[in-house]
């Protein structure tokens, strides 16, 4: 019941921002920034599951910024603080974009709400959308059954899909050739990974990784 309770809290709009802000948002913003085109060309970023859609602060005024959120309520959050902003209503899953329409997809917080078919679904959607040249910015936290903090914490967690780094990667690296990898703490422990579009005929075996 108050799992319920905090979850229901946690879908308004305000109460969303000031807990990500508490979970250490603006941390794992400056680590996502360092990835995130430096603004010298025109181009597209998709922020798939953005919420409020925070994350346009860090991207350059010359890239057109679009939140992509199955949540109404944080949809509506997102165009209060972004009249002109172009928002998304719609699964991730099945996004209503074009093929090969994105320079950038963010995909941050939304694989550990996603179950093994659901990821995998995700990840052959993200290719499908993004640029031959174009990159993937994917962030999520960790399943790490030794560290309690992280353990307390997926307990009052929506998410009910979390996963270790190795299974975050091998779902990637089905599609993506995974260029820079880290992981990092704050409460939970976090991977980040960047990847780019893996050719067709590329073999999944052997892929340099930074």
Known sequence: MLREFLHKLASH?????????LAGADHVYRR????????S???????VGGGTGTLRKLVPPEYTYICLEIDPAKLRGFREKSPAGLAVLADALRMPLADH???????M???HHLNEQMLTAGVREFRRVIKPCGTLLFLDP????????SRALWALD??????TADSLRSHLETSFRL?????????????????????????VAGSPVL
Not at 32 to 39: A, I, S, V
């Open 13 to 21: 709009p305000w109460v969303y921002d000031r807990i990500q802000v």
């Open 32 to 39: 996502l920034q360092r990835h995130l085109p430096p603004g």
């Open 41 to 47: 060309e025109k181009g597209c970023v998709l922020d």
């Open 101 to 107: 329409s994105i320079d950038v997809l963010v995909c």
């Open 109 to 111: 917080f939304v694989a």
């Open 142 to 149: 960790l399943l790490v059954p030794g560290r309690l903090l």
């Open 158 to 163: 929506r998410g009910e899909c979390p996963r």
């Open 179 to 203: 260029i820079h990898w880290e992981n990092f703490a704050i409460y939970h422990q976090y991977i980040l990974g960047v990847g780019e579009v893996r050719a067709t005929q590329e073999s």
